[in-house]
């Protein structure tokens, strides 16, 4: 596949992140404005509020954008996905008739402020990179029990917490939280000292699933509305006290950030990639009928209050044990009803390489390295005024599938945190 | 407290469950008509769609009871709570004014369908009894590693899963999973073969807490709305094999019960307890300031297919070692955000007897020990057919505080779940 050129100009550039093969799905607001639907085409935003009200974007009996949220949109399902490309694609193609229309519906992308996209129905953060598995499964459990005996037959996950989930560019607040150093007597209760990233990316289920009914990993693919960049940002002192025997809790549950825009599963399709060779047969109900996971370039940065940034990790989505079909397929196969506006963390994403670890408890070896930053500084964990910036975009011949950025500023501890 | 009398004479009977003391909340239809909010009083409900229609409840500008959950009075806060129940007080009460206003807003509870009675945010599992800690430690760790550390400084919980939780009545599958035997050398997926039960007590959170800000545990039990009996169906072949490093997931995930009526806080005021005594001193942030646990007498029967109850565990929700308040607050203690409809499972209430142990995998000890059950018959683990049957009440000074009952009968596993 090659760039869909569109009579808006800034989306032909070949290193955009919103050509007309993307057409990613966000929220936006301007001013004053109630926040709303938009559509990312180059520089500029569709109002789809807008589009939806003058007639030009039409399908059927039923309003999809009245509400600031794209969860309308999912519970439609695919052929309706479908129907909304091919109409935005006719729109905004190059020589499209028409232009005059929805020329008006365009506003600049510059000055609008995004808003979640969707609601998010539930949460769920899966551990399925191998690299991460193994680092993290190292550092906790010691290197002979770094893999647990059932990671190559499960796509393990835990259920997190969605109602802190929040877009790009929210301040995230240092938690407080029991943590127990390892010769101490006692746990103590107080700021977080080992606030650290997670880079993952998040997959929206747009179709849910019945109770009591299992999907097969085809039927999970298409139930795939679209991907995000995640950051499940963690405190990796909180994290080992509390973490036996039920699995993280109070260490996740403060802050998930995603990024502002949907990427759907369609502008997807060109990167679809394989998952690695299987080191153990998987049973057949997670074995994939093709390939579900895509080949998305991942970095992190991380500048300090008033600092430069530096990059700390480059990795790729491919470098994923299992894909987010695999993942939903696993989730709904004991009968667990998935809804609409699902989220579903891959995981951290880590590569075999030291520059390609996507959190700094695996950058830092569990704070014992220090990572050089820009101007001189350097980081084991976050530091107040810290902002780490998550970057994605899918390369094709000419032209890019970008993500945008995913970004969060720490702020310092509440100092009495139960004042009012 | 004695027992307030009521002009509907069915409550004022000493052992009823829904005297004019207890006022609870849930959602009926009947026939073909519309589920909507009613409130329990001796064997009538009260329509509270239609009081609120017709003038005889007016909380305020804003209708509460029009859609049918309870979502809508709890997000108003405890004011509003507290005038609402002062009002139905003074409409059914023994001499009540209005009674001729009220009595047409009755229907029978008998002949009435009951469904849920708010939407779930989201699901929050805890493990809070110590004697059921200390055995399933035993069973799953040994017993050198029965308890966890954290387990005397933490009320350990996880996420669960809110798309699952159904009301009392709703049939559960038997759900498929991933097991694997002690001495296999791989998993294999296939019906659950022990299915197991978990008595537990349901805290729904009423006032929600805003993200970034921790609650203590005064303000926690403020926000609690009410409670209800619930039932964590559990798969204890799939839970062993998937729970390390993160904790349950598709083992809990495919169903929870809640009993159809959500007793309130408010009813429950002259029984509250206290927490047992504190092995280890707790950190300050979870020191309750007052008796925050609930007397209520608990048991669960169980009924093969076409055969007798037998009443296979009796005990009471003030075994539990940390109380619901203390879990809600542990839960925003890393300013994890709160939402009005957040449902806190307590964990399985087991006391120290065998009698009193609140799961089959505790009461069989993992299926060794069957327990015999009316007509010859006996259980380690659910069959097909079976119904079990949660009760829960509050007993007082010539009245009762009941919960009703929580039941499922569970259907024989898809024989192939995959099929459409």
Redesign the interface.
Known sequence: MTLKPSWVASANAADHPFPLNNLAYGVFSRGDDDPRCGVAIGDMILDMRAAEQNGVIDLGDTALFELPFWNDLMEEGPAVWAALRNRLTALLAQDAPERDRVEPLLVPMDGSEMHMPFMV??FTDF?ASKNHATNI?TM??GKDNAL?P?WL??P?????????V?VSGTPI?R????S?APDAD????GPSRRLDIELEMGAIVGTGSE??????VAEADAMIFGYVLLNDWS?RD?QP???????????K???TSISPWIVTRAALEPFRTDTPPRE?EL???LQEPGPMLYDIDLSVSLAPENGSATVICETNYDQMYYSAAQQLA??A???????PG?LLGSGTISGPEKHQLGSLQELTWGGKEPIPLADGQSRTFLEDGDTVTLSGVARGDGFCIGFGTCTGTILPA?PD??SR
């Not at 938690?175 to 029991?178: A, N, R, Y």
């Not at 006692?186 to 209760?189: E, I, L, Q, S, V």
């Not at 196969?333 to 809804?339: L, Q």
């Open positions: 129905s539930e551990y499964g906790f459990r647990p059932n037959h499960i393990i996950g835990y259920n997190g917490r969605a109602s802190t929040v607040r938690p407080h939280g029991q127990k006692a746990p103590t209760f109770m009591g009914h299992p999907v097969t405190a909180i006290w509390e973490y036996q025997p039920l699995g993280p809790f109070q260490a549950a403060f802050a153990r049973l057949p109900y696993h989730h196969s004991s009968g667990c009803a998935m809804s699902d509440l945190p139960f």
